[in-house]
């Protein structure tokens, strides 16, 4: 009886909070600490809420993944039968697959306080389904600061404190989440996928500025994504597939046309780890270095690491037991991948995790029917190698370009704003005249490569009109003056 006693506060929390579960479609959870291990508790406590359904499937959205790597394309973790994790993307990309969420009847947003952009549009989307589909139910769980917010964007919403007994075990640890934002003209294109037609006008939850929006737009519509009734064009329904900035989705779906979509897929990869790729990035190793610039210089390295290890695993093992055998050949690998990445001044993890998102990216080109291959595979090709990687690149980063203007400062052929070079890049040293950037942060460009304007007018001749190149006093330069400084 005094066990009844004891436990029969927290059972009229929880039947408080079935209650609330079963009677509104849109639920706010207000949690002090709002952790990872608290969303997968209200999963399963919401099951024992048995709502009304053939099999309950819940989908739970975490923070963003929390490795190395951008959020994966697909789900990609069961926590319990019927309970789906997704991150902020991957809930994107199904939705898109699956406008309506058939099979899902219960959505979890977790820790929403933590949110960034990518939240903000999966809420604001599944609003959008939740107005189709009455037995949807959504249930955000955040702290108590933003439960206001929430409530006035979504209707009829309650709000609702998290059950102690949900609370019993203390928080498990979370290491800190590796922010991968991508820029806005990626979010707009997938809403253009999903198929909003004016998003100038979409329902945000919390509104980008307009000026930013349409100058998103803008940038889409250059890239050739869009027509110019703003409708998503074929060539952008391909790089809506792919889990990139549209710039250097353009760059690799143009990289099949030039033979060198294998170098593509790898340079890619190295992009998404090239902040934690260097342990110092001002000691690089000379034998590494590339005239050319830093996107050719991470796809040498790669390549460097990865025969390191592979010749290392073709060399035959002295033990006559296979499965000792085995275990040498994989310590060698790891040994001479370890000796390598200390020998370049590289971060073996990030080299590891490039190598597998190298792998992830291939089989989504594949499947959107991208070949992957290379022509440029018989020594003494380099250099057309190089020129073909650099015409892909400029089919897509036509965008990010700038002028030299004298010292450390450039100017963006985009919107004439006065940029300077990271000292971490290659090109430092020796500013080119014309540069192509990978990344714009706080007014300093990353990732950069020396670029010939001619190719660019060539490539993007719907952007580089005459009258932007009069903007950035360029008229004057004559084609190929892009690999001189004079």
Not at 47 to 75: E, F
Not at 146 to 168: I, N
Not at 369 to 374: D, E, K, L, P, W
Not at 392 to 399: A, R
């Amino acid at each position: 009886m005094e066990k009844h006693n004891t436990f029969s506060p927290r059972l009229r929390e929880l039947t408080s909070f079935f209650s609330e579960v079963h009677r509104n479609q849109f639920l706010i959870i207000s949690n002090t600490s709002a952790c990872l291990s608290e969303s997968i508790d209200i999963g399963k406590f919401i099951r024992r809420a048995r709502l009304p359904s053939d099999g309950l499937n819940m989908a739970i959205v975490q923070p963003d993944d929390l490795s190395l790597s951008p959020a994966p394309v697909t789900s990609s973790l069961f926590i319990r039968a019927n309970t789906k994790s997704f991150t902020n993307e991957a809930l994107l990309r199904e939705i898109i697959a699956n406008k309506q969420l058939i099979g899902f009847q219960i959505v979890v947003i977790n820790s929403y306080h933590k949110r960034n952009f990518s939240t903000n549009l999966v809420i604001s989307i599944l609003k959008l389904v939740c107005t189709s589909r009455r037995d949807l139910k959504l249930l955000v769980i955040t702290s108590p600061a933003f439960t206001s917010h929430l409530a006035q964007y979504l209707p009829g919403s309650s709000v609702h404190e998290v059950p102690r007994a949900m609370l019993e075990k203390p928080p498990t640890s979370v290491r800190p989440v590796a922010q991968f934002e991508k820029p806005l003209t990626y979010y707009l294109l997938l809403l253009k996928s999903y198929g909003i037609v004016d998003i100038v006008n979409f329902s945000f939850l919390t509104p980008p500025p307009i000026k930013k929006v349409l100058n998103a737009i803008d940038d889409i519509y250059y890239l050739k994504a869009l027509d110019k009734e703003a409708v998503l064009t074929m060539l952008g329904s391909c790089m809506a597939e792919l889990p990139f900035d549209p710039m250097l989705s353009k760059s690799i779906i143009a990289s099949e046309d030039y033979g060198c979509s294998l170098q593509m897929s790898t340079i890619a990869s190295m992009l998404c780890v090239h902040r934690f790729l260097f342990k110092d990035p001002n000691r690089r190793n000379v034998k590494t270095v590339s005239h050319c610039g830093d996107h050719i210089d991470i796809l040498r390295l790669y390549e460097g690491w990865r025969n390191a290890v592979t010749s290392q695993k073709a060399v035959p093992s002295p033990s006559p037991s296979s499965s000792s055998s085995s275990s040498s050949s994989s310590s060698s690998s790891s040994s001479s991948s370890s000796d390598w990445c200390n020998a370049n001044n590289l971060n073996e993890k990030a080299m590891q995790k490039a190598h597998q998102l190298r792998d992830h990216f291939q089989g989504i080109m594949e499947n959107i029917g991208i070949t992957v291959q290379s022509d440029y595979g018989k020594k003494g090709r380099e250099e057309e190698e190089v020129c073909a990687i650099m015409k892909s690149l400029n089919s897509g980063f036509f965008l990010n370009c700038a002028r030299y203007r004298g010292g450390n400062s450039y100017l963006t052929a985009r919107n004439l704003e006065v940029v300077q070079l990271h000292e971490s890049s290659l090109c430092f040293e020796k500013p080119p005249r014309w540069v192509l950037f990978n990344d714009l942060q706080d007014g300093v460009m990353t990732v950069v490569s020396k670029v010939d304007p001619g190719q660019l007018a060539k490539l993007a001749p719907q952007f580089y009109t005459m009258k932007r190149l009069q903007s950035i006093g360029a008229l004057h330069l004559p084609v190929g003056t892009g690999y001189s400084r004079k």
